[in-house]
Structures are given as structure tokens and as C-alpha cells.
């Protein structure tokens, strides 16, 4: 029993990390949130499979990506929507700019291949290392470092990122402050 009460603690440990991976894939909180739970099922029916001593998170992150491509074939043949006038029709407009990031971040991050996108966000968002993001996608840890360098390349490009003072909440004040210390001597008044 003390070993069935471990292994459970370290599964809820792992759920935040499961819930944004799963949000990241597929842009739904409700579908994330079923995601997850089926996760943790099926880890949990399948326990005797999990080897002792390995990492308990890195398999849970397996199993949630493997049901999420699962998923993924069998809704690419659903059509919903197709003219979008229904997705329209729920939109609202956001109300600051942070917002208005996200949102093109998001969507940036949907532009990438699957796999570039998929070992960007373990490794950049669920702070996996190279090496545990390399056993979760079952390839060797270059393709990993491959992909993430990639997909970072890709992300600055489409969301025209040249420079740090191009990223974040300041973005205009740090671009004229850059041009005012630059300006000739006399000429910044």
C-alpha cells in the first residue's frame, strides 16, 4: 500500500506539467483537462507496465502525447465548421496587449511542425531536460536539441524578433530608448 500512496503522490505532483502540456497541444482547456484524466488512467491501469527507478514523469508525458496523437487521427477526418461563421460568432476582441501576444504567440506556435513544436514546449515550457524530452519522443537527444533550435529560430522569425528589446511588455519604450542613446550628442533633447 505505501508503495500504491507514492506512486500516487508522484502522479499528482506531475498534473500541472501534464495540464499545460496537454493545453499546449491541443488549444482546448476541456479537451486538456479530459486528456490529463485519461493520462492518469490509463497510467494507472497499466502500473505493472512502469519500471521502478526510471522517470515516473517523463512516462506519464509518453502516455498523455501518445493519447493526444491518437485523438488527433481520429478527429483529422471530422469536419466542423468548415466556413468558420461559428467560431466567428464566439470571438471577442481582447482587452490589452498582452492578450493580443498571446494570442499571436499561440498561433505562431501552431505554424510549427508538430514535432519542432512538441520538443520546444517540453523542454522550453514543461522544463524537461534534452535528454528526458529525447526518451519521452523516442529519439536521440540531437534531434531534440535540433528541433528546439529550430522551432526558437522559426517562433523569432514569424513573430519578427531580431532582438531582445524586441520581446515583452515594453517593446516601444525599449526601441526608443535604444534610438534616443544612440542619437548624436545634443540631438537626444
Keep these: 500500500m505505501g508503495l500504491r500512496k507514492n506512486v500516487r503522490e508522484v502522479m499528482l505532483e506531475a498534473v500541472p506539467s501534464l495540464r499545460a502540456f496537454a493545453i499546449s497541444l491541443c488549444g482546448n482547456v476541456d479537451r486538456a483537462d479530459d486528456l490529463v484524466q485519461e493520462t492518469l488512467l490509463r497510467a494507472w491501469g497499466n502500473m505493472g507496465s512502469f519500471q521502478p527507478g526510471t522517470n515516473m514523469s517523463a512516462w506519464l508525458f509518453t502516455i498523455l502525447r ?34 493580443l501576444e498571446i494570442v499571436e504567440f499561440r498561433d505562431a506556435l501552431t505554424l510549427l511542425p508538430s514535432e519542432q513544436r512538441e520538443s ?62 544612440s542619437a548624436p550628442i545634443g540631438l537626444d533633447r
Excluded at 483529422?76 to 498582452?98: C, H, K, M
Design 66 to 99: 501518445n493519447l493526444f496523437r491518437s485523438e488527433y487521427r481520429k478527429r483529422r477526418r471530422e469536419v466542423e465548421d468548415v466556413d468558420g461563421s461559428y467560431a466567428e460568432s464566439l470571438t471577442s476582441l481582447p482587452e490589452q496587449n498582452s492578450r
Design 120 to 181: 520546444l514546449i517540453l523542454v522550453g515550457a514543461s522544463g524537461f531536460s534534452y535528454e528526458e524530452a529525447a526518451q519521452i519522443c523516442g529519439c536521440a537527444v540531437g534531434t531534440i536539441k535540433s528541433r528546439v533550435n529550430r522551432a526558437r529560430s522559426r517562433l523569432a522569425e514569424i513573430l519578427s524578433i531580431d532582438r531582445a528589446c524586441d520581446f515583452g511588455p515594453n517593446r516601444k519604450l525599449a526601441r526608443s530608448q535604444i534610438r534616443i542613446s
